[in-house]
T-cell receptor, first 114, second 111 residues
Framework: GAGVSQTPSNKVTEKGKYVELRCDPI?????LYWYRQSLGQGPEFLIY????????DSGLPNDRFFAVRPEGSVSTLKIQRTERGDSAVYLC????????????FGEGSRLTVL | QKEVEQDPGPLSVPEGAIVSLNCTYS??????FMWYRQYSRKGPELLMY????GNKEDGRFTAQVDKSSKYISLFIRDSQPSDSATYLC???????????FGAGTRLTVKP
């Protein structure tokens, strides 16, 4: 596609449930990033993929959060045993390489945990 | 203290005004400085990209970086209602995964 695509755009779930958020990056972009943006805050780094491997997962808040990118394109962010504090917009971004360069963001997946 | 500090506003100006947005930072390793614009319920989009100190101009937008003061600014001339958005500063030492964002300043330009 022309840009970064994220699904679902909105997800409402109950505390304790499992959630998957999907990101389809710009074709040919080897680097993929997940960010979390809480209300009134800037994006907060979660994890970075270079190809299929997680090159930096230092931003994942705890072991309930996990992400995969099995074929080096689409990525899925997985959240187990969701908590109300997980409510935020989860943004995906891609770039041509992992160096300092323009990040292309999707519109985000808005997660609400009741 | 956060690595990147940005006044969240909100900031409201009349159409045609000059807008000044700024950020301060504490990490002297930052070399790349960016401004992203984020419309409501959209993802951020890159507006300006600067390496090291100096000025960069693009149309009505000017980005300034003062590394000695650890201070960056974005100026918008002849502001338009379509400029109403949240402006996020961002900076990195050299890799996108070490990029840090400010909290964003919410700007409204009134016709």
């Amino acid at each position: 596609g022309a840009g970064v695509s994220q699904t679902p755009s909105n997800k409402v779930t109950e505390k304790g449930k499992y959630v998957e958020l999907r990101c389809d990056p710009i074709s040919g972009h080897t680097a993929l990033y997940w960010y979390r943006q809480s209300l009134g805050q800037g994006p907060e780094f979660l994890i970075y993929f270079q190809g299929t491997g997680a090159a930096d997962d230092s931003g994942l808040p705890n072991d309930r959060f996990f992400a995969v990118r099995p074929e080096g394109s689409v990525s899925t962010l997985k959240i187990q045993r969701t908590e109300r504090g997980d409510s935020a917009v989860y943004l995906c971004a891609s770039s041509l390489t992992g160096g300092a360069g323009e990040l292309f963001f999707g519109e985000g997946s808005r997660l609400t945990v009741l | 203290q956060k690595e990147v500090e940005q006044d969240p506003g909100p900031l409201s100006v009349p159409e045609g005004a000059i807008v000044s947005l700024n950020c301060t930072y504490s990490n002297s390793a930052f070399q790349y400085f960016m401004w992203y614009r984020q419309y409501s319920r959209k993802g951020p989009e890159l507006l300006m990209y600067t390496y090291s100190s100096g000025n960069k101009e693009d149309g009505r937008f000017t980005a300034q970086v003062d590394k000695s003061s650890k201070y960056i600014s974005l100026f918008i001339r002849d502001s338009q209602p379509s400029d109403s958005a949240t402006y996020l500063c961002a900076m990195s030492a050299g890799n996108n995964n070490d990029m840090r964002f400010g909290a964003g300043t919410r700007l409204t330009v009134k016709p």
